[in-house]
């Protein structure tokens, strides 16, 4: 096992660079070698895709893989992601969200060296961080070595939420991390592989090329949506809360000009504020479509006061279940909830009527154990 973080020095400009932007570090690196691609629309080098400016520069590149939302980012959540082949290049393109979530060995046949580039948002359920973590265990059972490019964490300035149950892992929380996980997917790549959370680790030759000028406290906004359905700054803010709303029978806002910035049910007891879900191109079934839901707007908060906060919103889904009609019908039936929660308790002490500071305390043991466990894997000051 080889983990390395490149050179992390200053730059004269205060500029955020990523480590896309680095070409100077990269590009030796990739000399002679076949390189394989784990992208989205968001692996941007300035306003060119990662893809084209890495072609550009003579790079060969073997295969492309696409995770959730696909390669270009235009998929709905959730739905699957089909292979195909980029048409600028005419490399491959392999779905990490289709029939499986992990390269296989065909995959990687004729691959030197893979890449992750993509922006991830700081929540453990967004699954961009599971396909990093099967595409370094992938590339540790076959012996291929790993460049993360990293970006700055939008939700980096802060850490909350309970602690996966290992008896829990799936897609949206593919290991032992918080809600809030306040780490980078450098710092993220480096934590499952120290930690030996991924098989065989000690095969694994590692290399993050860090931001510059960055730390987690930097304010940041991604320069474009890292996903369809967060397409402002203070959908990504808002995410780690409002996310959890998706356990339940409540609209987010999907289908709407505001998805993650509102909530809200057809059955909800609120004429102040409402909406009306319907198909687009970022939802094309979103729940409830063509009802009206009473609810909640968020929109309004500003992103300096959600930065200021630092810490998930547990009071909105504690109240909003209070207020909810038919409590019976307000979690989904397939424990989806207990998935994004990552604990079987957190719907229990909702239903409970528990405070939340009872439910935090709850939460406080293992949030130490963990904060011990990320601060050996840190690039970047808190």
């Not at 979690?331 to 604990?343: C, I, M, N, V």
């Amino acid at each position: 096992m080889k983990i390395v973080v490149a050179q992390t020095q200053i730059s004269d400009n205060q500029r955020i660079i990523v480590g896309a932007e680095r070409l100077n570090v990269l590009l030796p690196l990739l000399k002679g070698k076949e390189v394989a691609l784990v992208v989205n629309q968001s692996s941007l080098v300035g306003n060119t895709h990662l893809v084209d400016t890495l072609r550009s520069l003579g790079v060969c590149i073997s295969v492309i893989f696409a995770p959730e939302h696909g390669f270009r980012g235009d998929a709905d959540a959730g739905e699957t992601v089909r292979d195909g082949h980029d048409l600028r290049t005419g490399a491959p393109i392999v779905s990490l969200y289709g029939k499986r979530r992990k390269p296989i060995p065909e995959d990687l046949m004729e691959t030197d060296v893979v890449i992750f580039d993509i922006q991830d948002v700081g929540a453990r359920f967004y699954t961009y961080i599971s396909t990093l973590f099967y595409v370094l265990e992938a590339c540790a059972e076959q012996g291929k070595d790993v460049i993360v490019l990293d970006r700055p964490n939008p939700n980096g300035h802060y850490v909350d939420g309970p602690v996966l149950d290992s008896r829990l892992t799936s897609f949206v929380g593919i290991a032992p991390l918080p809600i809030v996980h306040g780490c980078t997917v450098g710092e993220l790549a480096r934590l499952f592989v120290g930690e030996f959370w991924i098989y065989k680790p000690e095969s694994l030759r590692l290399l993050v090329i860090p931001c510059l000028n960055y730390t987690h406290s930097t304010p940041y906004s991604p320069p474009i949506p890292p996903s369809p359905n967060l397409p402002t700054t203070r959908s990504v803010l808002l995410y780690p809360s409002i996310c959890l709303f998706e356990g339940s029978t409540c609209s987010v806002g999907r289908g709407t000009d505001w998805p993650f910035e509102v909530v809200g049910h057809p059955d909800f007891p609120c004429d102040s504020f409402n909406f009306v879900p319907h198909a687009n191109a970022s939802n094309k079934f979103p729940i409830h479509a063509g009802w009206l839901c009473g609810g909640w707007d968020f929109s309004k908060i500003s992103v300096d006061s959600l930065r200021a906060t630092k810490q998930l919103n547990l009071n909105w889904l504690l109240q909003f279940y209070q207020q909810f009609p038919n409590k019976p019908a307000f979690f989904r039936e397939d424990h989806f909830f207990d998935l994004l929660a990552g604990t079987r308790s957190l719907q229990e002490q909702i239903e409970a009527g528990k405070t939340e500071a009872e439910i935090r305390a709850s939460w406080a043991e293992d949030l130490v154990a963990y904060r011990t466990i990320r601060q050996k894997y840190l690039i970047y000051k808190d």
